[in-house]
């Protein structure tokens, strides 16, 4: 479960094209980063796999159905945002439940998964408290249970990082390091960050105007940059 794969997906939106026809596999379990400058069309392919847009042509497969036929909801997938998109009346315990609740579980299996997702990210003692009432990071963790709850076949990541400040921000990065070591579930996380890139990616896939410049493992575009475009963002000595 979590093989995603794009065959020649193209995006635009009124006369703009915005992604032309893009390729891409994604194994299940894998780690994923989709990396780039501002612009260069990582969330508008994360809204497309997701199913937030639609694709202009081309398809996306998710463990070989065609994500066409399937509505968001249906797909598989749990989106974590920058933006927490939290409900702030609601205690951390109702926010991580709501996808659940939304589904129609009993409270005694809601109750048991939160319960299970907070342990895992270390919110066991915050399950009463209502969002305002917590840290940056610890909104971020509640986000990220929100998603883990749905047991999804593929998480993904919208430079989920990017609203903390930078200490925050490392050990975050080892936390969703470790979250998919446990879980081994597909993850695609975006960002514009080349350290995050390096450090958490199985897979780096490099952006550049909506087409994929080079795609490899962290150290084969260190060692082997395709180009100058692929060099300076990777921080390579070419
Ligand atoms: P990134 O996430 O890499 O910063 P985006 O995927 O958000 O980039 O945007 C890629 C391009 O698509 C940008 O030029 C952006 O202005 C354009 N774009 C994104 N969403 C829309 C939309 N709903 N309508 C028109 N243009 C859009
Ligand atoms: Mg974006």
């Given amino acids: 479960m979590g093989r995603i794969v794009l065959d020649k997906v193209t995006k635009s939106f009124g006369e703009v094209t915005v992604i032309p026809p893009l390729d891409l596999t994604i194994e299940d379990g894998e780690f994923t980063v989709f990396v780039g400058p501002s612009g260069c069309g990582k969330s508008t392919l994360l809204r497309l796999i997701a199913g937030l847009e639609d694709v202009s042509s081309g398809a996306i497969w998710i463990d070989g159905r065609d994500a066409a036929s399937d509505p968001p909801s249906k797909r598989g997938l749990a989106m974590v945002f920058q ?17 659940l609740r939304m589904a129609g579980l009993d409270r005694a299996a809601q109750d048991r998964k939160v319960e299970q997702a907070a342990a895992v990210l270390n919110l066991t003692d915050y399950l009463d408290r209502r969002p305002g009432q917590l840290s940056g990071g610890q909104r971020q963790r509640v986000a ?27 050990g975050m990065r080892l936390e969703i390091s470790e979250l998919h070591t446990r879980l081994k579930t ?23 105007a909506g087409h994929i410049e080079q795609v490899g493992s962290p150290l084969e575009l260190y060692r082997a940059p395709r180009n100058l475009f692929v060099a300076g963002f990777i921080g390579s000595p070419k």
């Fill in 83 to 99: 933006s927490y998109a939290l409900y702030p009346h609601m205690t951390v315990r109702k926010n991580i439940a709501f996808p």
């Fill in 144 to 170: 990220i249970g929100r998603a883990i709850v749905r047991e999804p076949s593929a998480f993904l990541f919208d430079e989920p990082l990017s609203n903390l400040d930078a200490a925050l921000r490392v």
């Fill in 186 to 208: 597909t993850m695609i996380y975006v960002t514009h960050d080349q350290v995050e890139a390096m450090t958490m990616a199985d897979k780096i896939v490099v952006l550049h």
